[in-house]
C-alpha cells in the first residue's frame, strides 16, 4: 500500500524527535526539513540528521537560511543565553532566545516542500504548555496558518488538496512528551536541546532546564551527558 | 519628524518597483527586502538593488535561499519557461513559473525584517488581475496571511502593534499600474521583468508578453531594450 506523505519539521531537539516518531507510528512516508538559520547551537543540526537517520527518512533536508541577517534574538545574534531563570519565568514571558517570525518561516518553507512532493500532512513539534511565550507555538497561532495555507498553493486552489497542521505536542508538558517519547522508543540520546552548543549540555539554559524538569518530572533519566553543575 | 517605517518586497520587477515608489509617495521610511532564491534570471536581482539605489532606501537587504531545493517550478528547475502563451491563458491558469508558496516566505521573512526593526507596514507588489492564476496573489489569500502574521509575533501579542499588508497594485491591470508609476516618476529603466534574464528581454515570455501589453494599452513606451523579435 502506498503511504501517505508527511513533511516534519525536525529541529534536533527532544520535541520534533517525539513529533517524528509520532508521525512514525501513524505510518506516513516521512519527509523531515531542518534548517541551519545561524543559530548559535549547530549540534542542533547535527542532531536533526542523527534522529532522520534513526528513523530512516525517505528524504531529510536541510535549508539554509540566514536569519542572523534580521538579528533580535539570543539565539541568532550576539546576546547572552540566558541562563538559570525560573520555570514559572520561562512560561510567562517572551523570552529573548525568541527568534522573529522562526515558526513562520519554517511552516512556509515545509509548505513548498509539502506542495511539491504531494504531502498534505506537516508535522511540528511545538508544545503551548513549557513554550506558552512563544507567540508562535499557541494554537490561535497554528489555526490561522493553517488557513492562510489552505489558500496560498496551488496544491489547494486548483488540486483539491487541503494541507493539515499536526501539532501533536501542543497541549503535553515536558515530562508528557518525554513518556510519550519513550513509549515509541524515541532515541533522546540523538537529541539536542541546550542553547549553548558544547560538547556536553550546559544544564542551566532555559532550554537544557526545561529538559531536565521534564525527564524529572517523569521519573526518567535524560541519556545525554550535562557538565557537572 | 520621525518617519514610520516601512519594508517593501523588492523583486526588481515593474510591479514591486511602483510598490516601492507608492511607500515613498507615503513618506516612509524604506527598508527593501529582495531574495535571491535560484530564480533563472538572475538579472531581476540587480534590477532590485539598482530600484533601491534610486529610491535612497534607508536599507536593502538580499536574502539568498534556495528554493530550487523544493524544484517545482520553471523559474527555479529545469522546465522550459513558456513563451507566447496568450494573455487569456496566462491569466486563466496556474502557469509552470509559479514557485511553490513563493509569496508565502517571502511575506515571512517581510515579517521577521518588520518586526525586528519596528515597521508595522509591509508593501508588496503583487496583483491579482494580470496574475489571477497565482493563489498567492489573491485578496483573500493576502487577508488570511496579515491575520496570520498577527497572531505570530511578539510585536503583535505582547508589543500592541498590528501589521498591516499594503498591495497598491491589487486590483490594477498592468497599464493602470504602469500609469500610475509614470505619474510617480517610477524608473522603469531599471526595472527587469523577463524570465528569461539575457541581456536583452525576449519580449516573448509571459512575462515580457504581459509588459509589453501593459505599456501599450498605457500608450507609453517601455524605455528596456528587447530583441528583435
Known amino acids: ?125 511545538i508544545n503551548a504548555i513549557d513554550y506558552s511565550g512563544y507567540p508562535d507555538c499557541r494554537p490561535e497561532y497554528l489555526e490561522a496558518y493553517e488557513r492562510m495555507a489552505n489558500l496560498a498553493t496551488k496544491a489547494t486552489t486548483q488540486d483539491g488538496r487541503k494541507f493539515h497542521l499536526h501539532a501533536p505536542l501542543l497541549r503535553m508538558n515536558k515530562a508528557d512528551i518525554i513518556r510519550k517519547g519513550m513509549e515509541l522508543g524515541v532515541p533522546y540520546g540523538l537529541t539536542w536541546s541546550c542553547y549553548e552548543g558544547k560538547d556536553l549540555a550546559c544544564g542551566t539554559c532555559d532550554s537544557c532546564l526545561l529538559r531536565l524538569n521534564g525527564f524529572k518530572e517523569a521519573g526518567l533519566k535524560d541519556p545525554i551527558g550535562y557538565l557537572p553543575q
Chains 1, 2 share one sequence.
Open 1 to 125: 500500500m502506498m503511504k501517505n506523505k508527511a513533511v516534519v519539521l525536525l529541529s534536533g531537539g527532544l520535541d520534533s524527535a517525539t513529533a517524528l516518531a509520532i508521525a512514525y507510528a501513524e505510518e506516513y512516508e516521512l519527509h523531515t526539513l531542518s534548517f541551519d538559520y545561524g543559530q548559535r547551537h549547530q549540534r542542533e543540526v547535527e542532531a536533526a540528521l542523527a534522529v532522520a537517520r534513526h528513523y530512516d527518512v525517505q528524504e531529510q533536508k536541510t535549508i539554509t537560511i540566514d536569519l542572523r541577517a534580521f538579528g533580535g534574538s539570543a539565539l541568532t545574534a550576539d546576546f547572552e543565553v540566558p541562563h538559570a531563570t525560573s520555570l514559572e519565568k520561562i512560561s510567562q514571558e517572551i523570552p529573548i532566545t525568541y527568534v522573529p517570525a522562526r515558526n513562520t518561516i519554517f511552516l512556509s518553507f515545509a509548505l513548498a516542500y509539502a506542495e511539491v512532493i504531494g504531502a498534505n500532512d506537516i508535522y511540528l513539534g
